[in-house]
């Protein structure tokens, strides 16, 4: 039998050329994440930054997982099933008989055939590379359609500015509701019933899906509900770490993607005609979710509509989580996490076949299952990326919470830290009344000498403060006398919270006071930080001295 060739039978600078050649483009690709890291820095964009560590996360767990297919290649070949068993969910109705391939000799010898071969163990090693190479395309297409998309809005916000756009909602012009520009646009008679409303809406996400008048209406109703009056807050900015926050999440493959990854191969074998159902679920998927948030926006109108016939300015809405599934705004972005992937996940299957089968291959051997799994793909990320996801970020903010990008990143990052520090200081303060709990009885008050306390904004000639620690006569008497060992008046006041989540509570107040003592005249970026709250509550302090 021939045998090839091994390393010590190649010349060394063959091996030096093959290293060169793959280490080259190892750092290079590095070099250039880091180039791009510190870019992103610069522009202030950190949560883009954290979406891109979760791409590079993604593609190190497919690496991982093409070096364990290569280690246990072997190992994998020499696992034998019954010929019953692999002759069952074959991908091609006219597959050659099993006894036509050369089998592992342990197998063969048994009567039995290999788990999979060497080879095919080569092709799906292949199809992980090409998935990892079909994600990264993904995401950069994700991101730039949702940045074209978002450069209207850019100028909006900067109408908001003039004047023009400040005497048109001026809130001392009152106006009927239908007669501003959001009422003309939902209060119409297709928005009262249902039927109509879900048609309408379901054609409106594809020719103007977020208008003028919705945009205004919408950034109206988050500034009233979450931001004060007097601060002149940069929606648009807000709008974009939003959506570099939605892409954070949407760049990740959890384990119930991947579980549909691999239900999507089971299905693409012969008897299930995936070509006919499968390239329409995401597409499904998207239309519905698409559709939902339009009726969310025409619902916030209603809603204001009936709420007041005449109204300051423009409609006021109200953020409400009753409007989205669930009462939860975030499972629609799983929705189009979802879609996302699967979607990649399409496109990639269908590139494999072909690099690999050509093609007409038994995977894809109608010409109507090559046009539909194309165009559909095609048609699915670019719907979902220039449409649906910023589309989502806008209607999002009309949830009853705010968002975590409404303050800046060094102050959610110290928020989380508090609340930790919070949780541990609680547990601790539990600990020891449990332990002052099962102490044994205190013995009787040792009378203490008085204490004195200079206290430290005290000047020098000023007296100390003393303070008489010893227990009164009355004290000492009713003590002696009481047989019980418990301390009668000296049991300190504790405040109770309403609730058992003291941690929550201190962070929502704090939370209030930034969003409450940071509002001022000055321009803001779109976010709170605590340095517009220390120089209110330093003018603050100055006015109480004068």
């Given at each position: ?12 600078w ?8 793959l ?16 870019a ?6 950190k ?63 048994k ?26 395309l993904?995401c ?26 400040a ?31 879900w ?28 931001i ?83 109204v300051?300015g423009?409609?006021r ?14 499972f629609?972005?799983h ?21 690999d ?20 793909g095609?048609?699915?990320q ?18 009853s ?7 800046a ?7 989380k ?29 040792i ?16 007296a100390?403060?003393t ?31 309403a ?21 001022n ?7 709170m ?18």
């Open positions: 039998m021939d045998l090839e060739a091994s390393l010590k039978y190649t010349p060394t063959v091996v030096v050329g093959i290293c060169f050649v280490i080259l483009p190892a750092l290079l690709i590095e070099h250039g994440l880091h180039k791009l890291t510190k992103l820095e610069r522009r202030r964009r949560t883009l930054n954290q979406a891109l560590y979760h791409v590079v996360a993604e593609l190190r767990n497919m690496g991982f997982m093409s070096l364990l297919l290569t280690i246990a290649r072997k190992p994998i070949s020499k696992i034998c099933i019954p010929t019953s068993l692999a002759d069952s969910f074959l991908p091609c109705k006219d597959a050659a008989p099993l006894g036509t391939f050369t089998e592992e000799p342990t197998c063969e010898n009567g039995k055939v290999s788990l999979i071969s060497s080879q095919g163990t080569d092709q799906l090693q292949l199809l992980i590379i090409v998935i990892a190479i079909f994600h990264v993904s950069l297409l994700t991101l730039a359609l949702g940045e074209v998309k978002i450069k209207r809005w850019k100028l909006w916000e900067e109408e908001t500015k003039s004047m023009e756009f005497l048109s909602h001026d809130p001392r012009r009152f106006k009927l509701t239908k007669q501003t520009s959001f009422g003309r646009r939902h209060l119409k008679f297709w928005s009262k019933h249902t039927l109509t409303l048609l309408v809406c379901f054609f409106r996400q594809f020719v103007g899906s977020v208008h003028k008048a919705d945009y205004f209406a919408l950034r109206h109703g988050f500034l009233a509900f979450h004060p009056q007097d601060c002149k807050f940069d929606f648009y900015k807000f709008l974009r770490r939003s959506i570099d926050s939605d892409l954070k999440t949407v760049v990740k493959i959890s384990i119930w993607i991947w579980i549909y990854a691999l239900c999507f191969i089971i299905f693409n074998s012969n008897g299930f005609y995936p070509y006919y159902w499968l390239p329409f679920i995401p597409f499904a998927i998207l239309l519905v979710v698409g559709t939902k948030l339009e009726i969310i926006i025409t619902k916030m109108c209603l809603d204001g509509a009936n709420h007041a016939i005449i300051p423009t409609v809405v109200k953020p409400n989580d009753e409007l989205f599934w669930f009462r939860r705004p975030r629609l972005l929705l189009i996490q979802f879609i996302l992937i699967q979607n990649t996940f399409q496109l990639s299957f269908f590139a494999w076949a072909w690099y089968f050509g093609f007409r291959s038994c995977y894809h051997n109608q010409l109507d299952d090559i046009i539909l799994t194309i165009v559909f095609i048609l699915v670019f719907l979902c990326a220039y449409i649906t996801l910023p589309l989502y970020a806008l209607v999002s903010q009309m949830g919470s705010m968002k975590e990008t409404i303050l990143d060094r102050v959610a990052d110290g928020l830290n508090w609340r930790r520090r919070a949780k541990k200081k609680i547990a601790k303060k539990k600990k020891k009344k449990n332990l002052h709990s099962s102490t044994p009885p205190l013995s009787p008050l009378p203490l000498s008085p204490l004195t306390v200079t206290e430290p904004w005290s000047s020098p000639g000023q100390s403060t303070m008489d620690l010893s227990p009164s006569p009355s004290t000492s008497r009713a003590t002696e006398a009481s047989t019980s060992p418990v301390l009668v008046g000296w049991r300190p006041v504790e405040f109770k919270y609730s058992g989540r003291l941690e929550l509570l201190e962070v929502q107040r704090a939370v209030e006071e930034i969003v409450q003592h940071g509002g005249r000055r321009h803001n970026d779109g976010e930080s605590f340095d517009f709250w220390r120089r209110q509550s330093s003018a603050a302090r100055s006015r109480r001295s004068n």
